[in-house]
Structure formats: C-alpha cells, structure tokens
C-alpha cells in the first residue's frame, strides 16, 4: 500500500501580507507627516525671522501644530503684529487664527480668523473689528492668487477730538490674482472686490446719502512687486518711484437711488498724493460734497462735453466731464469740487 503524499502546507503570506504593507504604508506616512511638520515649522521661524527684521514682528500666542495624517493646521489662540514702518507703532491683535494646508495639496494655505479684532494706529486713532465669518485663502503656484470672504465685517474708527466713525458691509468678497498675460516686467495684479450692504462715512459725507451701498470694483495695480514689503511708507514710495499705477478698469457704486460708473488710472504724485484721471457717470446724486447740484448732471455733462445716452453707459446714466486729481485738489472738467485739499498718504 503507497503511503499517501504529505499534505502541502500553504503560504499564510497572502493573508498577512496586506496586512504588514498597511501597516509599512501606515508607518511610512506618519514619518513623512511629522518631517513635513518640523520644516514647517522651522519654515515659520525663519519667515517670522525675516519678518522681524522688516520692521515686523508677528507673535503666535501658544503655538501649535496638528492635523495629523491628512492636514498640517497651525493654530494660535491669538495673533498679533506689530510694525513700526509707519513711524508710530502700529499693532494689530486678532482672536484665535487657523492656517491650513493640505498635504495633497501643496501650495494652498486656508486661513480662518475668529472675531474680534483690534488696530492701534497712528496719531493716536484705533480701529475695532468685528465678522461673522472670515476666510482667507492663498496660493503660491502659478498664477499667484489671494481670496478673502467676510460676512458682515464692521468696523469703528476712534480718533481723539473726533466722533467714531462706524464702517461695515453685509458681504465682502476680495480677489487678487498675478496677470498671467501681462509682460513679466509690468508685475501686474488683477483685483476685484465686491461690498454689498456697506456704511462708508466719507461716501455718506460726500454725497449726503445715508443709506445702505453696494461696490464692485475690477482694476489691476502694476509694479505690485513693491508690496512684498508690505502697505507701509517705504513699499508705497517704491511703487511710486517705479511708476506703478493703479488701472481701474470698472467701478459701478450705487448707494439708494444714487450710482456712479466709472473707470480711470491713478497713481501718486511727488508730494505723494492720490493723482489722476476718471472717466464717470452717474445719476440719483443730489449733492457732492456739501455743494447741491439737484438735476445739473445733465445739464453739466452736455455742456462741458459730456454725452447723455452714451451706448457704454447704462441706462439713466449720464456720462460726466473727466475728473481729474491733481495738485491734491478734485476737478470736474474746468471746476474744482469745494472739497478739503487730498492729504498726503505718508
């Protein structure tokens, strides 16, 4: 009788091996996670290096990073700067701040800011903000872009000797964008922002008009290049000296039955006041600046060149002389507006 074949073991390698490689993959990823995190980490202290060395110093109120496996999420229970290139001290100090980034993702930071915040500025003056939501994101990958969501963000402006002034909007949404179709020497950045429900008290002195407006305005700002030092005297001096311009390409203001459209170029002038040329028309608008102009826009426009009806403007408007902005005074056509001289902005 043949003895019978010894039964062949089978490989247990099919039944544990997926196993083992989730386990390696699973290893694998945490290590690069946390190395991920460290030069991240060493990263924030370098740029906060460099920042300090600009006049800038950025304080993380206890500090922290997670969002393990998938996210890297750099938190502070409050955050704040502080910078001297105004000459005075300004600092600014916000609620608990998140920063986001997705490992799939490199190159995309998502920045989520928790109400209130507070602005000391110059001379004295201080700003008190308030949202219900704010969100910020921004990509350094080509084209360079930047995008920030507010819901009902408000604003006081303290001065001393004054009365505070109260700024806010239901909704703010603004976009900046690198022109990818501009020459690389122009340094060109697309903008658009859109304010609905806004309470801008200038605007309110300036027309006499106390309601609720909506803004949206589309422009580019060539030789941006020389904000990378921030909004500050020297960056502004900068983009003057490097004939930087600020190209508005659309602007529509209504404000209740008063609305403006326009478009222009500015820039600064050698005494660093706001200069420049606007094309504009309006309607609903029953003064300017104190000054009552009832149903003159019309009668201004046909005389000094002026066309009502124009087929680029939108129904009910009419197109007005061009404002100019020069010697820090506001000009329509020939006539300067009786408005307070521009100031210098630094």
């Not at 390698?13 to 996670?33: C, D, E, I, R, T």
């Not at 949206?216 to 502004?236: C, H, I, V, Y």
């Not at 820039?267 to 009552?292: C, K, M, N, S, T």
């Amino acid at each position: 009788m043949t003895d019978p074949l010894p039964t062949r073991r089978r490989s247990r390698f099919w039944l544990y091996g997926p196993f083992m490689l989730l386990v390696v993959l699973a290893a694998a990823w945490s290590a690069f996670w946390f190395y991920a995190r460290g030069r991240i980490a060493t990263e924030i202290d370098v740029a906060l290096a460099r920042e300090a060395e600009r006049g800038r110093t950025w304080t993380c109120a206890d500090r922290s990073i997670g969002g393990f496996p998938f996210r890297i999420e750099l938190r502070c229970n409050a955050l704040t700067l502080t910078s001297t290139r105004w000459g005075d001290a300004v600092r600014v100090e916000t609620g608990p701040t998140v920063a986001v980034g997705q490992i799939y993702s490199p190159g995309l930071v998502i920045l989520e800011v928790s109400s209130p915040a507070k602005a000391l500025l110059p001379e004295g003056r201080a700003l008190d903000l308030t949202w219900k939501s704010l969100d910020a994101s921004f990509a350094w990958r080509s084209p360079e872009r930047f995008a920030l969501v507010a819901s009902e963000p408000r604003g006081v402006l303290t001065t001393p000797g004054l009365t505070a002034e109260n700024w806010g909007a239901a909704t703010l949404e603004a976009h900046l964008r690198r022109n990818p179709t501009r020459p690389a020497t122009d340094q060109a950045v697309d903008i658009a922002i859109n304010a609905k429900g806004t309470i801008l008290p200038p605007i309110d002195a300036l027309l006499g008009n106390t309601e609720a407006g909506e803004i949206d305005l589309q422009a580019t700002l060539t030789q941006a290049e020389s904000f990378r030092k921030g909004f500050n005297p020297d960056a502004l001096e900068s983009w003057r000296a490097a004939n930087g311009m600020f190209d508005l390409t659309r602007l529509v203001s209504t404000k209740g039955k008063a609305r403006v459209d326009g478009s222009g170029q500015l820039l600064l002038d050698p005494l660093h006041r706001v200069a420049g040329d606007l094309q504009l028309a309006a309607a609903g608008i029953e003064q300017i600046g104190g000054f009552r102009i009832g149903n003159l826009l019309g009668g201004l426009g046909g005389f000094l060149g002026g066309r009502g009806g124009n087929t680029a403007t939108a129904p009910g408007l009419t197109t007005l002389p061009p404002v100019s902005l020069r010697e820090g005074r506001v000009f329509i056509g020939p006539f300067r507006l009786p408005l307070q001289p521009l100031p210098p902005l630094y």
